[in-house]
């Protein structure tokens, strides 16, 4: 994404944290293409070398391998920045219901030493992955960020843990702080692979390679899929915005309209047909509804429009047309 029609100052020093992995690889390009210093901090658990192989000769680039997880790297990736982009965290609601500690570890105590970690280098502000999982059972619809339900998974409350630490750290130390509520971000370089892996990359290099792809349940569950470069607006957004009503506080991030799997599998099967039509006939399976799974989500983003002027420019389909293409060109066998 080219971020230079919104006037980031170049001189800007930036942490990103998991900035090997899906999201974060990608602010890392954005930035490094603003012509920012920009510091990754990943220990490679989900994130990948190849998602920053293109950045590693940068002058501009840093790349520390380490873990959140150890206060003193922390620390030391926090020295003389200006601003910290955390997105360094283990996702997945399945990958926490298999092993809770360990996302506690990473999502919870991680967290808290980044905090610590930001707030003892005088960091500007803390801007950092909040999830779209803290809504849990609200059946409020579409979801607003001040009325959200009980969590639905360990992940959930890893991430709600989140905006209670990142609350507690602006009223007591007076650390700037806001939290990006992400709802079912796709795009270029988000992993297909593995048990973890997120549905639009997971069906869509099933269905390149002619596999039928697997929806839990009867596909009547739907999602606000939001495509990278929104994401990528709204943390420069959140970097950029000086009207105090706007920090310390938490958005939403998404387009505001939601698609159920079946919707999603006609969609993927029509785009990815025009590179191979036998695609268009391949027949999906139903299986069990996943534990913890929310049945549907919703966004508001009129508090991202209101108070950080955010306008996503990706809808569902013209950020299918840009996953679906980037998926055909990189990762065909």
Request: with cysteine.
């Amino acid at each position: 994404m080219d971020i230079e029609h919104f006037n980031l100052n170049p001189n800007l020093k930036i942490l990103v944290t998991g900035g090997a992995g899906f999201i974060g690889s990608n602010i890392c390009e954005a930035l490094i293409k603003n012509g920012n210093k920009v510091t990754c901090l990943d220990n490679f658990a989900t994130g990948k070398k190849t998602n920053i192989s293109k950045l590693i000769d940068n002058n501009n680039f840093t790349l520390l391998e380490g873990d959140i997880r150890n206060l003193d790297t922390c620390k030391q990736a926090c020295i003389d920045v200006n601003y910290v982009l955390h997105q360094a965290a283990l996702g997945s609601v399945p990958r926490s219901i298999n092993d809770p500690v360990t996302s506690n570890s990473v999502n919870v105590s991680g967290f808290l030493n980044m905090l610590v970690a930001a707030k003892d280098s005088d960091v500007k502000r803390f801007i950092y992955a909040a999830s779209s999982s803290t809504y849990g059972d609200s059946k409020i619809m579409p979801k607003v960020e001040d009325r959200i339900g009980k969590p639905l998974s360990p992940y959930a409350i890893t991430k709600y843990v989140n905006e209670l630490y990142a609350d507690v750290f602006s009223k007591t130390y007076g650390l700037e702080t806001i939290g990006l509520r992400y709802f079912n971000v796709f795009g270029r370089k988000q992993d297909p692979n593995g048990a973890y892996a997120a549905v639009i990359p997971k069906f869509t290099t099933q269905l390149m390679n002619h596999e039928s792809p697997m929806i839990n349940g009867d596909g009547s569950f739907s999602r606000d899929f939001t495509y990278i470069d929104n994401v990528i607006e709204m943390n420069i957004r959140s970097i950029l915005t000086t009207n105090p009503d706007a920090i310390n506080t938490i958005y939403n991030v998404a387009f505001g309209e939601r698609t159920n799997l079946n919707q999603l599998i006609e969609h993927l099967k029509i785009f990815l047909s025009e590179f191979d039509s036998n695609i268009k006939s391949i027949e999906v399976k139903y299986g069990d509804i996943r534990k913890g799974d929310v049945p549907h989500s919703l966004a508001s983003i009129e508090k991202a429009k209101k108070l950080l002027g955010y306008n996503p420019q990706f809808d569902i389909i013209k950020g299918l047309k840009e996953a679906t293409k980037w998926y055909w060109d990189n990762l065909r066998k």
